[in-house]
């Protein structure tokens, strides 16, 4: 996988760096073909009295299937908007993970369905009876 890191408005950190290259790397484990994890990491002038605003973007891309974005925001401290970034990033990967294996396996289960319901020559077919009737 191919991490960018960019950082607008704040100053490189090694101690940021090393934290968003180890998140990353735990990415790898929900999806083994992520191709490209883009990491934006941005900050706003202060407001007011609340501090610096920072926000987090993450984009990953995985061949043959849609990126998926992520997008955080924080008021004053950067690592629980990286941290919350990537929670997300997490669950929002493996969500695609379960939806792509249930759509696999929902054609699959069709398919058999389907083959299971042409019976045989020799099959009989028993009718359900009513209240005992025959």
Known sequence: M????TFHGIPRSEALDKKIRERAAKLEKFHDRITRCKVVATVEGKHGHKGAKYEIRIALSIPKEKTLAVTHESNEDIY???GAAFDTATRRLEDHVRTGR???RGKTAKNRATRGSVKSRGDTVKRATVGGAR
């Not at 191919?2 to 890191?5: A, G, N």
């Open 2 to 5: 191919v991490l960018q890191i």
């Open 80 to 82: 629980a908007a990286l």
């Open 102 to 104: 249930q759509t696999r």
